[in-house]
């Protein structure tokens, strides 16, 4: 993921374009590295905050309103693989929970400060219980727990 100063300084230099580098006197811009450590820390503390929105944004984007209960994010766990996968894997674990009971695609959703997830129901030797449904699958059933760590939206959308 590009860095806070990176961005900012992407947007120092936008925002010079669109004003044809001219200050709001009319007199020339100075450069990035002329600014001042405020006036570089505004830019950086402005850019951090359109990241930190584009990045909600887009996981609400990704997600779909549960029901008209009021919830909050909900969706489904993206299916992925490799480096990908252990993103999410660390994701499920720093929120308390283990990845080997976390079924693919599965449902979950963020409200509160509390976050609701599908699980793989096992018996009581730790083995996945097989689903009454008629087809190949295993019983499901949700879990609640403290949401200690926020959905690593930002692995999405780093360049990477």
């Known amino acids: 993921m590009t860095d806070s100063v990176e961005l900012a ?66 969706g489904r766990l993206p299916r992925v693989c490799g480096a990908a996968q252990e993103v999410l894997c660390d994701w499920i674990r720093a929120n308390g929970l283990d990845p080997q009971e976390i079924p693919t695609g599965a449902g979950f959703e963020i409200h509160d400060g509390q976050l609701t997830i599908e699980v793989v129901v096992l018996d009581d030797d730790g083995n996945s219980v097989i689903a009454d449904s008629g087809f190949y699958g295993v019983e499901r059933t949700t879990r609640t727990v403290p949401l200690v760590e926020p959905f690593p939206v930002r692995h999405w959308l780093s360049d990477s």
Not at 33 to 61: F, H, K, N, P, V
């Open 9 to 74: 300084q992407v947007a120092y230099q936008a925002y010079g374009e669109a004003v044809g580098f001219k200050n709001y006197l009319g007199d020339p811009m100075p450069t990035w590295d002329d600014l001042g450590d405020t006036i570089q820390q505004a830019w950086t503390g402005a850019a951090e905050a359109i990241r930190d929105r584009l990045e909600r944004d887009l996981l609400q984007s990704s997600i779909t309103r549960m029901d008209h209960s009021g919830a909050a994010s909900a």
